[in-house]
């Protein structure tokens, strides 16, 4: 189990100075974690337990190309005003289990920073800012994006007036056409956080 810390001086960057970023609309996967656990309990009867967040982070991780080593990656979950944290994760609660935490593994240091959408900005304006300043900080060598699929041409169009050179992988339910990027299955990190085993759906 990993352990979650919280940043120190040294830890905590000023500003994008990462290898890679994160960037995901936190209501939007805690929404999707909701219904697969929904779903597979009611398909392989037994009880899904919450995700396990710092495994859901390793696995979107592997998605965006990171590998084993020691580099940086900055997780920032996006989320609304009304949710206090992500019910459907362990650890959830933004303010005293992941904002300002992080956490180190085969893969790296995670540093993670929980943001809400205000009066001024919406999740959108927030999810497109955040990505425009990781296209644009030139020590992010990965970006790996989940938005809220509402939002999607928002994102694309802003990734092609972007002048960026890394990679950008983009995690969702089904395939999202026109972008310039890679994309992932989001289901399936959630499905390993949660511990559901392919064994288990291959009788289905």
Not at 44 to 58: E, H, L, S
Not at 60 to 79: F, N, S, W
Not at 118 to 139: N, Y
């Amino acid at each position: 189990m990993r352990i979650f810390v919280p940043m120190n001086a040294q830890t905590a960057p000023a500003a994008v100075t990462c290898d890679n970023m994160i960037i995901a609309d936190a209501d939007y996967v805690d929404k999707v974690a909701f219904d697969l656990t929904v779903n597979f309990e009611r398909m392989i009867g037994r009880r899904i337990p919450k995700a396990d967040m710092a495994r859901w982070i390793d696995c979107v991780a592997l998605d965006g190309g990171v590998r084993e080593g020691k580099e940086q990656t900055q997780v920032v979950l996006i989320h609304s005003k009304k949710h206090t944290g992500m019910a459907n994760f362990t650890p959830g609660d933004y303010a005293t289990e992941l904002n300002g935490q992080a956490f180190s593994d085969n893969l790296g240091e995670f540093v993670i920073s929980a943001v809400s959408e205000e009066s001024i900005a919406s999740r959108e304006e927030l999810f497109v800012s955040t990505m425009q300043l990781g296209c644009a900080a030139k020590e992010v060598k990965r970006l790996i994006l989940i938005p809220d699929e509402q939002y999607f041409d928002s994102v694309r169009q802003a990734l092609r007036r972007a002048d960026s050179d890394r990679r950008i992988t983009l995690l969702a339910m089904q395939p999202m056409p026109g972008g310039q990027f890679g994309q992932e299955i989001l289901g399936y990190s959630l499905m390993s956080a949660l511990g559901i085993r392919s064994e288990e759906l291959n009788g289905l």
